[in-house]
């Protein structure tokens, strides 16, 4: 019998999924207890779901449902203890929107989903109940693909939700719609051609959510701009910052200003570094480092305390010397790091300890010199749109290619940086997401001035690429956003890349290419419904490829 079963990230192993131990470094104990988690969920969904009909606000359980999911996103969060009391505490939860549900008038008995009833604490016992309610419970495989298809755009819905909750932005039917989805992952009178309908209004939904934080960073901290990210160091001591909360940045800038501590961002953050709103920070000095995966090798070398705001993070090694410099807060954790609480009645959250543990470190040691440039979200390219519109019609920009989504430590993702380096010189790549770390530093050289690679920022400013391509699409008085001179070739890793590829199929659009392999969670046929209706295919070699998309 399986330990565990997950093969919710492109790392699942053999391309089937993981059985005894997440390849992501999960325990099987972690990884049942993700999947008893997102059982609770579904449980407070179908009460939350019945009193949203009712036009009864849920907001406990809508932030609930969004922390608890964003917990299971892969590399988020490895810390058993964290999922036990987060069970725990779905137990009253439940109890206090059953009594909601009857106060306003709702007949108890119907609410007959297991989970509601569901009370264990004994670990033990958990972890044989996760067994049971796990992905592995549905016996239909396509049933089976279609339910974890809608759950994972709705953990990677859950990450942007959260990011817009924390900066004060909502919207409730994004909320509902989270609900019922959920809901309907449970019913076994769903056929796939429903549950396929499903899987792009999940898309649709993820276009709101991702325009939703758009909104929020944008009005929050100004449009991105064109930026030189310095990657070289200063002699200050310093903190590095992962992850993607923009919040989290902004509270950390303004606490440790005056310290003499110095902010470099690593990975994800980066895209930090083109909010105008940030840049008056004269400690805040760079970007350190690149992916999420090379984080073993450099933050040996950063000598200073590491923020995870989010995933990713990579488990240490036995012979890791950083572990007791590595700080988490919101929904990630591992065990053993120090966990910085959540923000309590409208206040800030107290980043007091890892400031005074950085006074204590060495300055980062420089691995690297130069810049990168970046910064060039939907209102930066529209500044330039004349400029843009001119080199393709004249030529000198051929087609666009759209390199969004992660990066990984597989050696097959070498290809994209092959196909980056090939690519002819009337091309120019734009990208979002870690997957920029591939070619982003590559002297790919310029187009009139316009640069060859346009990082629009993280992985939920894939939103601005598609605002791009409409406007495009509107601008050349095009019927079909696919007619534009555009060619989508995306690296996927985890379950935020996954609602980013329905948002682009809820937007009409095809022949996607998705690497370095299919999802797992794709059953023969669902694959065959994907290839068949939006053109999604794999990639081949770098040469096959080019020749391809350049026809």
Same mark, same amino acid.
């Given at each position: ?24 470094? +999960? ?7 993700q999947?008893?988690? !997102? ?16 036009s ?10 969004v ?69 592995l ?5 396509? !049933? ?15 990450a942007?939700a ?61 449009? &991105? ?9 200063k002699?200050? &001591?310093?903190?590095? !910052?992962?992850g ?7 509270e ?18 980066? #895209?930090?570094n083109?909010? #105008? ?37 990579? &488990?240490?090694?036995s ?26 009645d409208?206040?800030? +959250? ?46 000198? !920009? ?36 870690c ?14 001035g316009i &640069?060859?690679v ?5 992985c ?58 299919? #999802? ?9 419904v ?12 770098? +040469?096959?490829?080019i ?5």
């Amino acid at each position: 019998m399986n330990k565990m079963f997950c093969f919710q990230c492109q790392e699942s192993a053999k391309n089937i999924g993981c059985t005894i131990a997440g390849v992501c470094g +999960k325990t099987p104990e972690v990884a049942n207890l993700q999947d008893l988690l !997102i059982y609770m969920c579904k449980g407070i969904s179908h009460i939350a779901y019945r009193l949203n009909k009712m036009s009864v606000k849920t907001d406990l359980a809508d932030k609930f449902v969004v922390d608890s999911l964003f917990m299971t996103i892969t590399n988020a969060n490895f810390d058993k203890d964290r999922f036990v009391k987060k069970i725990k505490d779905s137990y009253s939860l439940i109890d206090s929107l059953i009594k909601e549900y009857a106060n306003n008038g709702g007949d108890v008995e119907q609410l007959s989903y297991e989970s509601i009833h569901y009370r264990e604490n004994d670990l033990e016992k958990m972890e044989e109940k996760s067994k049971e309610v796990g992905v592995l419970s549905t016996e239909n495989e396509d !049933i089976r693909s279609l339910r974890e298809l809608t759950i994972y755009g709705l953990k990677g819905m859950a990450a942007y939700a959260e990011h817009a909750h924390n900066l004060g932005h909502h919207d409730n039917s994004i909320y509902e719609f989270m609900h019922r989805a959920l809901v309907d992952t449970t019913d076994d009178s769903l056929d796939a051609n429903y549950l396929t309908s499903l899987v792009l209004e999940t898309g649709s939904n993820g276009v709101k959510v991702m325009a939703l934080l758009d909104k929020a960073n944008t009005s929050s901290y100004g449009n &991105p701009e064109i930026t030189k990210v310095n990657i070289g160091v200063k002699n200050n &001591p310093a903190i590095l !910052i992962s992850g993607h909360d923009l919040k989290d940045m902004e509270e950390l800038l303004k606490q440790t200003e005056g310290t003499g501590v110095d902010v470099y961002t690593h990975s994800e953050m980066l #895209p930090a570094n083109y909010y #105008p709103a940030f840049k008056k920070y004269k400690h805040f000095v760079g970007n350190y480092g690149s992916s999420w995966w090379r984080q073993n090798i450099e933050f040996e070398t950063f000598n200073g305390p590491i923020l995870f705001t989010t995933n990713c993070i990579v &488990p240490p090694k036995s012979t890791s010397t950083y572990t007791d410099r590595v700080y988490t807060t919101g929904s990630s954790g591992y065990p053993g790091f120090i966990h910085i609480k959540e923000r309590e009645d409208g206040k800030t +959250k107290d980043f007091s300890q890892i400031i005074e543990h950085a006074k204590r470190c060495q300055p980062p040691t420089e691995i690297e010199t130069g810049e990168i440039i970046g910064g060039f979200a939907h209102a930066q390219v529209f500044a330039l749109a004349d400029k843009i519109i001119d080199a393709v019609k004249s030529g000198a !920009i051929k087609k666009f290619f759209v390199m969004a989504g992660c990066d990984g430590r597989m050696k097959g993702r070498e290809y994209y940086t092959e196909f980056a380096n090939a690519l002819p010189k009337e091309t120019v790549i734009l990208t979002a997401g870690c997957a920029k770390y591939r070619y982003n530093k590559l002297p790919l050289g310029d187009i009139g001035g316009i &640069p060859r690679v346009l990082d629009a920022g993280q992985c939920n400013d894939s939103y601005s690429l598609a605002v791009i391509a409409l406007k495009l699409k509107e601008i050349f008085e095009l019927n079909d956003i696919n007619e534009l001179p555009i060619a989508y070739n995306i690296a996927w890793y985890e379950q935020k890349a996954v609602i980013v590829l329905l948002a682009l199929l809820s937007l009409g659009v095809k022949n996607i290419h998705l690497g370095p392999t299919l #999802p797992a969670f794709l059953s023969p046929n669902v694959a065959n419904v994907l290839v068949n209706n939006f053109g999604i295919a794999g990639i081949k070699s770098v +040469k096959e490829d080019i020749e391809y998309f350049m026809a």
